[in-house]
């Protein structure tokens, strides 16, 4: 959570992006990020120079000890007028970007879990980094900003960047990148990951699933010494009992892929400002054949764990698409190819939260049909969350659910929860709701706990029945059987009872009696009215 004065520097500087001409808020989260990982790199090397000059042992320089070679940190440029930085950013800083990451890579530069790490793939996708702050005096501005920043609290770094991302979502078609924050959340917490997973979002766009999964793991796995409240009373996590796991968090935990190099490089970006150095964000096409030949040991039984939101509409040219994905499920749908791809990639009782759009629940299709007889026949489809149609507004109204499955063994029952409110007005301008009813996603929470408890604990199925076998209520369970016998149709509407109240209405004759004597009240009035004339 940021302060209020944060925010509002935030907010000015983003207005003075926007009257110096760059309207496209991606673009100008990208410009920032350039800013912020210029600065970073700096801080960098300031801790090497004092470790270096305690320890009296010579170290890898990130930036060469020349005048030239240290005119690129932060520290000596920050301060040029704003003609001087434009061209020295544009012509010098930016393209070292893109050699630092290969320089990094050859060298080995950083001890293992250090910000050096993630140079590698973000110097990759700066390789076409190019500065489009044309108005100086808004560069002057955004350097002045960014210098500000508190970038050495690493749990207001991430909220930082959250607040930055937040802004596509009020940019047009931009928010077809970002899932809704508080989706984001509510699918970490029912999946519940734990700090030596390996997880994965196959479409990872800004990296919000994988963000919010590493603030989720510092709440979770911080001690009361390690949670603080700054002035405004938000709280923060710091994750100190972390530190047994930070080498597998920093280079094996987090993967996510994407075929975007703006979101690419947003994406590293997010995951550093998260404390996250090494996470593997990587170019691909989850869907495409390459990924055999590119990502063989990951295209397969790897992840723990896959958090996504993938592509809803869309189909592809099946020449191109992994033929083993396809011999799941025969499609050109990329909703359904999606599906397949992360059965596969996970491992044998890896688990997963992906949304979908209804249309895979219950669309009659041979291929619709046949990934939801995979899912129940051969893996453990757990649970379906049902959310309203307005929680992608303004940018789709489409009907969505959360799929919660186990790779291998096979479905008994499926638990079902209907949403009907998740906190915000269904309409395009979502605004946030307050008071009771208006937002299911914590019952929703801990009535998948319940069940899951009851599951893991191996209880009786008369026991689970009688905790969620009323299917008037928003939480209910539904046997595979009766699944397999409507054509494995996974919509909860199938399966909701509605109870109707029946209404009962006065006899005509009792009604229209006290019609008659109203009128005659009516008359009565006139006539006195007509005396008083």
């Known amino acids: 959570m940021l302060t209020g004065q944060l925010k509002n520097d935030i907010d000015n500087l983003w207005e003075k992006f926007w009257t110096g001409g760059i309207t496209n808020p991606l673009t100008v989260i990208e410009q920032i990020s350039y800013l912020m990982f210029a600065r970073m790199l700096d801080m960098q090397e300031e801790v090497a120079e004092r470790k270096a000059a305690r320890s009296k042992k010579e170290f890898d320089r990130l930036f060469p000890n020349t005048p030239e070679g240290q005119l690129l940190r932060w520290k000596n440029f920050k301060n040029l007028s704003g003609k001087e930085l434009h061209k020295h950013l544009k012509n010098a800083v930016y393209p070292y970007f893109a050699s630092l990451g290969q320089h990094a890579e050859e060298e080995g530069l950083g001890s293992e879990g250090s910000a050096t790490q993630a140079l590698g793939h973000i110097g990759e996708y700066m390789q076409d980094a190019d500065l489009e702050i044309k108005n100086e005096s808004v560069l002057v501005s955004a350097v002045e900003m960014v210098d500000n920043l508190p970038l050495t609290q690493s ?160 189909s592809l040219d099946e020449t191109n698409t992994n033929p083993d994905v396809l011999g799941l499920v025969k499609t050109k749908k990329t909703e359904l190819l999606f599906v397949a791809h992360i059965l596969r990639a996970l491992k044998l009782g890896g688990r997963a939260a992906v949304i979908v759009p209804d249309g895979v629940l219950f669309g009659s299709s041979k291929a619709h049909q046949q990934l939801r007889k995979e899912l129940i026949e051969n893996n453990q489809l757990e649970g379906i969350v049902s959310l309203p149609s307005g929680v992608f507004k303004p940018y789709a109204g489409v ?89 494995y149709d996974l919509s909860i509407n199938r399966y909701k009872e509605v109870v109707y109240e029946e209404e009962e209405y006065e006899d005509p004759k009792v009604i229209l009696k006290r019609l008659m004597a109203l009128e005659e009240d009516i008359v009565g009035d006139l006539k006195d009215l007509e005396g008083m004339l």
């Open 399 to 487: 009907s969505t659910a959360i799929l919660l499955f186990t790779k291998g063994g096979s479905t008994e029952r499926v638990w079902f929860y209907d949403l009907q409110a998740d906190g915000y007005s269904l309409d395009d301008k979502r605004t946030p709701l307050k008071g009771e009813g208006g937002n299911d996603l914590p019952d929703a929470i801990v009535k998948w706990k319940q069940y899951r408890e009851l599951v893991e604990a191996n209880a009786s199925d008369k026991k689970i029945e009688k905790t969620f076998g009323d299917k008037t209520r928003k939480a209910f369970i539904v046997n595979a059987s009766d699944i397999a016998s409507n054509k």
């Open 155 to 314: 749990d207001v770094k991430g909220d930082i960047y959250e607040y930055l991302l937040s802004k596509l979502t009020t940019a047009g078609i931009n928010g077809q990148f970002r899932t809704p924050r508080h989706i984001i959340d509510a699918m970490v917490e029912l999946i519940d990951p734990q700090p030596t997973d390996i997880i994965c979002d196959p479409a990872c766009g800004t990296a919000g699933f994988l963000a919010r999964t590493m603030e989720y793991l510092n709440r979770v796995h911080s001690s009361e010494a390690g949670t603080f409240e700054d002035e405004e009373g938000n709280k923060h996590y710091t994750g100190d009992l972390l530190e047994p796991y930070r080498e597998h968090i920093n280079k094996q935990m987090f993967w996510g892929f994407d075929f975007d190099t703006t979101m690419l490089r947003v994406s590293s970006m997010n995951m550093m400002l998260h404390g996250v150095n090494g996470a593997n964000i990587l170019y691909q096409d989850s869907l495409n054949k390459s990924v055999k030949e590119s990502y063989p040991e990951q295209e397969e039984d790897f992840f723990d764990i896959i958090l996504a939101n993938p592509p809803f509409k869309g």
